[in-house]
């Protein structure tokens, strides 16, 4: 651990810091359909969308209504994805001649994007053309992207609003989100990355002659335009298997710096939202506390694990941290603050193989995982996840001080603590339910690439990314079999939606509710008791649910490596 290292780190959290204010004031603007500088150019094609798909701007949709559109626009992205994929051999944009991808595969990798994870069985470009790229895969990024962005914006308005049976309209918010924020970010982050050297083109492989006189194909291709919107959307595929550890997705310091600003910049942001929404901005900065707290926590465990790498490596006199798996372009702390930046906020593109890591710094990604991804979180995912612990903290503080728990003016009662609790155990089934399975499955055991403590760790990291929406893989287990492709596929899709339903819910008995002033007798939630408490309930949560779990993992591992024994 340096001091140059540190720095790399506060520098990174000072930007985040600077930047959620001003983009958190835009975004408000946007979604309360108020006029913005980019109004002149983009409101005429904002109108043009609304008559030509029929979409009544003014009017607003009840909690159900806006969840069954969501849903049905959803069905419609699978369709394109799985088309596309099983049809590529006879499509355009084939340069590379790429043939249809597998029935289990296009149905795995369909399921994966829609539902933001973008899990990837297979490498990018040996599998699926340009067109697959762009048609299926880009477009769904920018959608899946802007579907959490919208539900989180549902959910604020379930807080913000009063005696109210509507929380907006599904359809006005995801073309919102996509035509004010997400491509406006976009268009100047794709020519800032092809700047730094990252290709943007529809040309064929390039053909080279090495030093030996040997011949190798160099996949090129719309790598730029995929890039800006994985990190920016927190959606993760990688253009190329190797993800942003490749030189093309990631090949500068500077490149490496901006996407991982890129990757929290609007879950940054959509916690300064949820403060103007509701009228007061020090409840957002208070969310944004919980978070801070959660990642730098994080960030301090795996960045000090890796620099001190482990026993085994110290007998054998390597000092300098564990480079294992990092490129070298990056080093230990941009590969440590990576991993926690990208599965803090379920983005899941890697510059590093976290199969590499110690066992305790490849525990923190796990964690990150586990605890919902609410540090920071998906763009819009992250934040009605952490309303959600919210939600519990407060009727955790109503019980011990015997009061009816409020929060921003808001009654918290049986109904909605029902609905939190539901959305937020629904994860630990997939996570260690299929987990289960497969340690003693067969076919889904003869996928690890390592025995022990590690191979379990690979199995249970692969369904927590899954679950958890967020796409990184521990880099040692084959997942491109029939099994997992089904198995994961339905862990992504319940992650999700099972997730999405109950927070809907939760925003249309809110919004149905009338606003409470506060009294001498409310809890105070902008401040640090209010930070602790939230901090608190999610690790306690956390810890009950997978400590077990983690124990025969890498808690287990590194015991056992300190007494000298490796997996």
């Not at 993760?236 to 600003?261: C, D, I, K, R, Y």
């Not at 957002?284 to 001190?308: D, P, Q, R």
């Not at 590499?356 to 991804?373: D, H, K, V, W």
């Not at 919004?511 to 506060?518: D, F, M, R, W």
């Amino acid at each position: 651990m340096t001091m140059i290292g540190w720095l790399q780190i506060i520098l990174f959290c000072a930007i985040i810091v600077a930047l959620t204010k001003p983009l958190g004031g835009y975004m408000t603007a946007v979604f309360n359909g108020e006029r913005t500088f980019l109004s002149p150019v983009l409101r005429p094609i904002e109108a043009g969308i609304y008559w030509f798909s029929g979409v009544e701007e003014r009017r607003e949709q009840h909690w159900l209504t806006y969840t069954v559109s969501m849903l049905l626009f959803h069905v419609g992205g699978f369709l394109i994805i799985y088309g596309v994929m099983r049809l590529q051999a006879v499509l355009p944009f084939n340069p590379a001649g790429q043939g249809a991808v597998a029935q289990d595969l296009s149905f795995n990798t369909a399921i994966s994007f829609i539902t933001n994870t973008n899990w990837q069985n297979y490498g990018g470009e040996s599998t699926v053309s340009y067109l697959v790229q762009m048609l299926g895969l880009t477009h769904q990024n920018f959608l899946s992207a802007a579907t959490g962005i919208a539900l989180a914006v549902a959910l604020i308005r379930g807080f913000s609003r009063a005696s109210m049976r509507t929380i907006g309209n599904f359809w006005v918010d995801v073309t919102r989100t996509t035509l004010y924020v997400l491509l406006p970010i976009c268009v100047v982050y794709t020519l800032f990355l092809v700047w730094q050297g990252i290709p943007q083109t529809l040309g064929p492989y390039v053909e080279a002659t090495t030093l030996e006189g040997a011949k190798q194909t160099i996949a090129v291709g719309p790598v730029a335009s995929q890039v800006a919107i994985k990190m920016l959307g927190t959606n993760g595929g990688g253009f190329f298997n190797a993800n942003a550890a490749h030189p093309f997705e990631n090949p500068t310091a500077l490149s490496n710096l901006v996407q991982m600003l890129s990757i929290f910049l609007i879950g940054a942001a959509m916690t300064n939202v949820f403060g103007r929404m509701v009228g007061n901005q020090r409840q957002g900065w208070a969310i944004f506390a919980v978070m801070g707290v959660l990642f730098i926590a994080g960030v301090s465990i795996t960045y000090w694990a890796e620099a001190n790498g482990t026993s085994i490596m110290h007998a054998l006199g390597l000092t300098g941290g564990n480079m294992e798996g990092k490129e070298v372009r990056f080093g230990i702390v941009a590969s440590s603050l990576f991993a926690v930046v990208t599965t803090a906020a379920s983005c899941g593109a890697v510059n590093a193989m976290h199969d590499s890591f110690t066992a305790l710094g490849g525990m923190i990604p796990l964690i990150n995982m586990q605890l919902g991804e609410v540090i920071i979180g998906g763009v819009g995912a992250g934040l009605y996840g952490m309303l959600l612990f919210v939600v519990l903290a407060i009727f955790v503080a109503g019980l011990m001080v015997g009061r009816t728990p409020e929060y921003v003016g808001k009654k918290i009662e049986a109904r909605e603590v029902k609905m939190a609790m539901l959305a937020i155990l629904v994860l630990p089934l997939m996570y260690l339910g299929w987990t289960a399975v497969s340690v003693v499955y067969p076919a889904a055991v003869a996928s690890m690439a390592n025995a022990g403590p590690h191979g379990f760790t690979e199995v249970l990291y692969a369904f927590t990314s899954a679950t958890g929406n967020n796409g990184s893989a521990f880099a040692g287990l084959t997942g491109n079999t029939l099994f997992y492709n089904l198995t994961l596929a339905s862990a992504m899709f319940v992650g999700r939606f099972f997730m999405i339903v109950p927070a809907m819910a939760i925003a249309g008995s809110l919004a149905a509710k009338k606003s409470i002033p506060p009294s001498a007798g409310t809890f105070p939630t902008t401040g640090g008791l209010f930070v602790g408490l939230v901090v608190g309930v999610i690790l306690i949560i956390g810890g009950l649910t997978f400590f077990p779990a983690l124990a025969l993992g890498p808690i287990v591992e590194q015991l056992a490596m300190n007494a000298g024994n490796v997996f």
